[in-house]
């Protein structure tokens, strides 16, 4: 690249002797100009699509779990991220230049996630990365995009960015946090389901935000924690962690993550049969999971967190419609290729909205170049952001963003499982699941 | 639950473990025991077992006890298969050279996770199992297929022992396990037992692995697991010695059930880590192992 770089400019010079203009000068400039037209969306349509194609992309990476337990979400991550730049780039790409999408895969592990940060930033040379969603691997990777000043966009809902444990460099500005989630939705779960609750949740940073805020909620509603029971995230079987649950134990609060999910589902159903608890879960717990699946026929009548309704609701939005057709996922929430392939809709949608963000605030600052300045100026371009209204770019509904926090807040769903799909019972507020700031990234050095 | 049905649940769920974990290290510590391979890919063809079983078994679909029977029958048989080219192909060329064939497994190891991952992909994907029901005790159900597993693991750990034990095909294992050169001698083919010996131990761990994917779901990461618990069994049990491989699994599987039910899961694998050091310590060569001849 570099030398191919020289060699070209070497050329140029030497042509530039015998002519004022050169070729290749000219369509640079001609480029420029378009460029500057596209950015301030003065060409049209068309034309803006031809231009985004001959200028040099702006290059993003992508931090991907093809591999590890986040895998079968990576792979949703990577198919919403292909149709999303593909729409992105029709539609003129960012300030006149195409996305182009550095993919590599971190493997679901903290070390790796670091590593392919530092490749990103030395090798590939990208203006951003985005994409992580695990949060253990967050914890991993953040630090390094810190310390190459490098704007890290996480697509992960844990608590980490909002509480201040990260950098001015990583932002979360696609999907909301653990802690606004359970807080807008513990009324609910207090007033319908019941105020005795035992939790079963990952032995992990995730699972953390989960006890911590979802304890400290459910107390706030005169509510009472039975039984705060950890699961390691290795584990295959789940028999035993059922045992725990004390028998006054009014709703079991259930999150889960990994490939070992519908084992916990199944046997879930064969510890309780029908005198079971009020069952409420996170979505996590079956994302990517068919609920026609063998065993799963037992959480009819239970309820589950969703950010993105997995089935299509009768008051569907246009931009739901929109999205879903983009991405190539169902009414059901399965891949229109394969029916058999379940989405991971409740998540897969903040790389859509992540890209658009990202966009917006790129288009804002007039960013050009991959250097400290206009990456800086990048960093305040989000920050200074205040809302996302629901829109084609932000299908999943309105949000606010806090630029102080990184983090944004929106509206959270309750489905009841009926008949083996998810209907939407109650969708909370934005201000549902508002809490006192923690952090303000905008005083901490760029 | 009070104690007594919480003894109840830890006793069922160790038997459980302790069944499906005593047919995954039979394997290991047969193909150790003949051949002297650390076959690092053991994890892997348990993986294949259950990941083939969900192919097997989505053959016949609508009927779910048919579809698992044919993986029952059909799975192992092409673990076998790969496991016997694997030896001919790799581990003979290699002339079954201890440090070379490590290295060799470790290959295998990642080659099959790579390919299952491209081409069955990184979803868990769920089997139903030949028969479901639900046993119930007053205090809580319990899934009946766990005990059909623990049934046929029990008959085909009996037959392995009275292939192994009773037949002739089993002395001539054995035979060569004594001695190779001696057997060899003999008239024993050798290489062919070797192969058979490496096939026979991969689709052990393949029943397994199709056993346990009605419980657990097929996922291209699912051998770790089974790949350590089975080598602490063969280290404790001793390496090579099938009784003690067998007394071994019952050991870290029903602790594994009481200690995971009563306190936590982590620390019933830190308690078998902690059995596998103490046995390194003070009976280096296990706790069944017999005298090096």
């Known amino acids: 690249m570099t030398s191919d770089r020289k060699g070209n400019s070497s050329r140029s010079t030497s042509k530039a002797g015998r002519s004022l203009i050169t070729r290749r000068g000219l369509v640079k400039g001609l480029g420029a100009a378009a460029g500057a037209a596209a950015a301030s969306g003065l060409l049209p349509g068309p034309m803006r699509y031809i231009q985004a194609q001959a200028a040099e992309p702006i290059r993003l990476g992508f931090q991907v779990h093809r591999t590890g337990i986040g895998a079968a979400y990576g792979r949703w991550y990577e198919q919403t991220t292909n149709a999303a730049v593909k729409t992105i780039n029709a539609a003129g790409g960012i300030n006149g230049r195409p996305i182009e999408i550095v993919a590599e895969d971190d493997g679901t592990d903290p070390k790796r996630g670091a590593e392919v940060v530092e490749k990103f930033a030395t090798k590939h040379k990208v203006d951003a990365v985005f994409g992580t969603l695990f949060s253990h691997v967050v914890m991993g990777s953040a630090p390094t995009a810190g310390q190459l000043k490098m704007p890290y966009f996480v697509v992960s809902e844990g608590h980490h960015v909002a509480s201040g ?3 001015r460099y990583t932002f979360q500005p696609g999907i909301t946090d653990v802690r606004s989630q359970v807080i ?3 009324p609910w779960i207090a007033s319908n389901l019941g105020r005795k609750v035992a939790m079963i949740y990952p032995d992990y940073a995730f699972g953390y935000d989960h006890r911590d805020f979802f304890s400290a909620a459910i107390q706030g509603q005169g509510g009472a924690i039975t039984a705060l029971i950890p699961v390691a995230p290795t584990e295959t079987t789940y028999s035993k962690y059922f045992a725990q649950i004390p028998a006054e134990t009014e709703v079991l609060y259930h999150v889960m993550v990994g490939p070992g999910v519908l084992t916990f589902v199944k046997e879930m159903g064969d510890h309780f049969g029908s005198s079971r608890p009020q069952i409420f879960g996170f979505i996590d717990s079956l994302e990517a999971t068919d609920l026609a699946s063998p065993g799963l026929e037992f959480l009819d009548g239970t309820y589950f967190w969703e950010a993105f309704p997995r089935y299509a609701q009768k008051d569907q939005s246009e931009f739901d419609k929109h999205y879903r ?6 009414d059901n929430g399965a891949s229109t290729a394969d029916p058999k392939e379940v989405s991971t809709y409740s998540h897969m949608f ?3 909205e992540t890209l658009y963000v990202i966009k917006a605030a790129m288009e804002k600052s007039g960013y050009q170049k991959s250097t400290f300045a206009q990456k800086g100026k990048l960093i305040e371009a989000v920050e200074a952001m205040t809302a996302f209204p629901e829109s084609d770019e932000h299908p999943q509904g309105d949000k606010t963003f806090n630029g102080k926090l990184h983090q944004c807040y929106g509206h ?15 969708k909370t507020a934005i201000e549902d699941g508002l809490y006192e700031p923690e952090t303000d990234y905008t005083k901490k050095a760029l | 639950m009070s ?6 649940l830890a006793f069922l769920e160790g038997t459980v473990s302790a069944f499906v974990l005593a047919l995954t290290a039979l394997g290991l510590s047969l193909v150790f025991g003949v051949m002297r391979i650390v076959n690092v890919a053991h994890g892997e063809f348990f993986m294949l077992g259950a990941v083939l079983a969900y192919g097997f078994s989505s053959l016949v679909p609508g009927l779910p006890a048919l579809g698992f029977l044919l993986a029952l029958i059909l799975s192992p048989l092409a673990v076998g298969a790969i496991a016997w ?3 001919r192909l790799v581990l003979a060329r290699l002339n079954y050279n201890p440090e070379a064939t490590i290295v060799a497994t470790i290959g295998m190891l990642y080659i099959i996770e790579q390919l299952v991952l491209t081409i069955y992909g990184p979803d868990a994907h769920p089997v139903q199992p030949p028969i479901s029901f639900r046993i119930l005790f007053p205090w809580f159900g319990y899934s009946g297929y766990k005990l059909v597993v623990v049934a046929a693991s029990g008959m085909l750990l009996l037959t392995t022992w009275y292939l192994l034990m009773r037949t002739r095909i089993g002395l001539v294992m054995r035979a060569t396990q004594l001695d190779r050169e001696t057997a060899q001698n ?5 290489a062919r037992v070797y192969s058979l010996i490496f096939a026979l131990g991969a689709a052990l761990a393949a029943v397994a692995g199709v056993l346990v994917v009605p419980i657990q779901q097929a996922h291209y990461l699912m051998g770790l697991d089974p790949l350590l618990l089975s080598f602490i069994t063969v280290i404790i049990g001793g390496l090579g010695s099938l009784r003690g491989t067998l007394i071994a699994a019952f050991v870290i599987g029903l602790s594994d059930g009481m200690f995971s039910v009563f306190f936590s899961g982590t620390l019933s694998k830190i308690i078998a880590t902690l059995l596998v050091a103490l046995v390194l310590v003070f009976r280096p060569s296990g706790l069944f192992a017999r005298s090096a001849r």
């Open chain 1, 184 to 186: 807008s939705m513990a």
């Open chain 1, 165 to 167: 444990a990260l950098n």
């Open chain 2, 85 to 87: 080219s694997a030896d």
């Open chain 1, 325 to 330: 057709a983009a991405v190539g996922v169902d």
């Open chain 2, 186 to 190: 003999f008239g024993i083919p050798v």
């Open chain 1, 350 to 352: 903040g790389c859509w």
């Open chain 2, 3 to 8: 104690l007594g049905p919480h003894l109840l």
């Open chain 1, 412 to 426: 959270q769903f309750i489905s009841k499982v009926e008949g083996g799909r998810l209907n939407v019972v109650h």
